[in-house]
């Protein structure tokens, strides 16, 4: 792989920081965009733009076709089976809070229900649920993290069981980089009873081929900027039939088929659950982010930031006092640590005027902050145009900010 062929696509990458090269190394966050996903955007606004599905007129035809085909590409990076079952949301949050709120609606779940999740969720697969548990009475019930990052899979077994009834985790934990085994998790969900499994996929969707049939799923949740996408665009997969049969959520424009001041019917899905004007540009380029990173390859992906994390990883373990949070061996494409005595917003600032752009903080998850007794880490996160030279360029960095801390 040319990894400096693909990093000529990411005009960003080329700018100095501090008086140094940028070392972009905050992934997990927000992805960079190729020059491919910013020609979509612009030409969406500069030869199409106009509002989708109502226009008889030519141009909203043509960002209906659009915005129609972005959907199918989509529907075929997650192999779900039509793309009926995309539905566009502005981001994982947004999803998350869809698949909770039309769970309460449905009174799908009430009292003596459970809801489980697992210590590793970031707040916007915690909070929702919590919300949801306020509003019917059922319980939340967390699936304890192991000292190595990685999940306690006999307490998932004792934890699940007929009260169960959704299962809601993440496939990478963005503060450990964590693999979960979620398409096992699912199936032992399946086994209990009438469980709704949702994976929040914003952190697997940048770094793996995702098989939302394999997985088997209900639902499927992602962020289009962390693949490479705009921000304000997102997806939620659902399988057809749950989508068939649960309610909206928000009610407006096109969701509907028919409305009077007396009773209101609802449009199929996904256009059921897509009240309002979309982020029509944003669905296009997010199509386009889908086709450049399979343009690569999915395993290229995985293999080349693999390389990275296993090179930073043994950097920063010959390093005094550094601590590794998630050892686990099963690992994306993040590395979260600590150094003794010091503080990780100063040992951020510090890199950051060497150029190189971590994050610090508790990457909302306070809950697994606090399952390991801290306040927050230095997370570096890779992507597919990182190179061997930054994590070095990383590692020189962490060893000057120690020096100068300690
Ligand atoms: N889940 C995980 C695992 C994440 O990493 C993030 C983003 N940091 C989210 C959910 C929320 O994504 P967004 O803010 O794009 O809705």
């Known amino acids: ?16 920081i501090n008086g140094r090269p940028l070392v972009y190394l905050d992934n997990a966050a927000t992805s960079q965009k190729p020059l491919q996903v910013l020609e979509a955007s612009a030409n969406y606004y500069r030869n199409i733009n106009s509002n989708i599905h109502r226009g008889v007129h030519k141009l909203a035809q043509s960002a209906t076709a659009a915005h129609e085909q972005a959907r199918e590409t989509i529907a075929k990076h997650l192999n779900a089976s039509r793309p009926e079952e995309v539905i566009f949301t502005s ?6 809070n869809l698949v909770a709120n039309v ?7 009430g009292e003596g229900d459970e809801i489980l999740i697992s210590g590793l969720e970031h707040h916007s697969n915690t909070v929702p649920w919590q919300m949801l548990c306020e509003a019917t009475g059922a319980t939340l019930k967390v699936i304890p993290v192991l000292e190595d990052g990685s999940l306690d899979q006999e307490a998932f077994a004792t934890l699940l069981g007929p009260q169960t009834k959704v299962l809601s985790v993440n496939q990478v934990s963005n503060a450990l980089g964590t693999i979960n085994p979620v398409k ?11 469980v709704i499994t949702v994976v929040d996929g914003a952190q697997s969707i940048p770094h793996m081929a995702i098989d939302v049939q394999d997985l088997d799923c209900d639902f499927f949740a992602f962020s289009g900027h962390k693949v490479f996408a705009p ?3 997102g997806i939620l997969f659902g399988k057809y039939d749950l989508l068939e049969k649960l309610p909206p959520w928000k009610g407006g424009g096109e969701m509907i088929r028919l409305v009077t001041f007396e009773k209101t019917t609802y449009n199929d899905p996904p256009f059921k659950y897509e009240a309002g004007t979309p982020n029509i540009e944003g669905g296009i380029a997010l199509a386009a982010a889908l086709d450049y990173a399979n343009a690569i390859g999915m395993d290229n992906i995985y293999a080349q930031e693999k390389l990275l994390l296993d090179r930073a990883t043994a950097g920063l373990s010959e390093i ?11 690992k994306a494409s993040v590395l979260s640590f600590l150094i003794e005595g010091i503080h990780h917003f100063d040992l951020g600032s510090i ?5 190189v752009a971590v994050r610090t903080g508790h990457h909302c998850c306070q809950p697994l902050m606090s399952r390991f007794g801290i306040t927050g880490t230095v997370r570096a996160s890779f992507a597919v145009y990182n190179t061997e030279e930054e994590v070095d360029a990383f590692i020189a960095a962490v060893k000057k900010g120690a020096m100068m801390l300690s």
């Open 1 to 16: 792989m040319d990894i400096q062929k693909i990093r000529e696509d990411f005009p960003i990458l080329h700018q100095q």
């Open 91 to 96: 981001g994982t949050t947004d999803s998350i």
């Open 103 to 109: 769970l309460e609606r449905s009174g799908t779940i």
């Open 184 to 194: 096992d998790m699912i199936a032992a969900a399946r086994k209990v009873g009438d």
């Open 231 to 233: 921000t304000g665009v």
């Open 320 to 330: 005094d006092g550094v601590k590794i949070y998630g050892t686990c061996p099963n």
């Open 351 to 355: 890199m950051d005027q060497m150029g």
